[in-house]
């Protein structure tokens, strides 16, 4: 079992230290950002590196928000994932190591046809100031 700083036990929920440090998943269609609309930034929850922009979302059907797209390519890393007897790419943040979730190759392919399909707990909201 992993330590977790005793800080983050204060500013995390449960669900957040599970899907964040112990790689669970969030149950699909019930994440508070899955159908935001709202302008603005995605950041990880855990350290508030900024990940993804709300013009990169998209609507994709699955359960989990998604974006064809991150920020900055080096606020992410990727990483092979065989669990479960998949294989997938897990999504991680580059700053904290916290999991986010996982990319796929069935985005929009009139974008980038990726599809980071990413915890809603995993994120911090930040909308656009008007």
């Not at 797209?69 to 890393?77: L, Q, R």
């Not at 092979?80 to 392919?109: A, M, W």
Request: proline share 3%.
């Amino acid at each position: 079992m992993k330590k977790i700083n005793e800080e983050l036990l204060k500013k995390l929920s449960k669900e957040q230290i599970d899907v964040c440090f112990y790689k669970e998943t969030e149950t699909p269609f019930t994440g508070k950002y899955l159908d935001n609309k709202e302008k603005g930034m995605y950041h990880c929850a855990v350290c508030n590196n900024p990940l993804f922009s709300s013009d990169a979302k998209f609507d994709s059907g699955t359960g989990w928000p998604s974006f064809y797209d991150v920020i900055t390519k080096g606020n992410v890393k990727l990483e092979e994932d065989s669990n479960y007897g998949t294989h997938r790419t897990e999504v991680i943040c580059s700053k904290c190591g916290s999991h986010l979730g996982h990319k796929f190759n069935d985005g929009p392919s009139d974008k980038t046809g990726l599809r980071y399909c990413i915890n809603s707990v995993a994120l911090d909201f930040k909308a656009s100031k008007k």
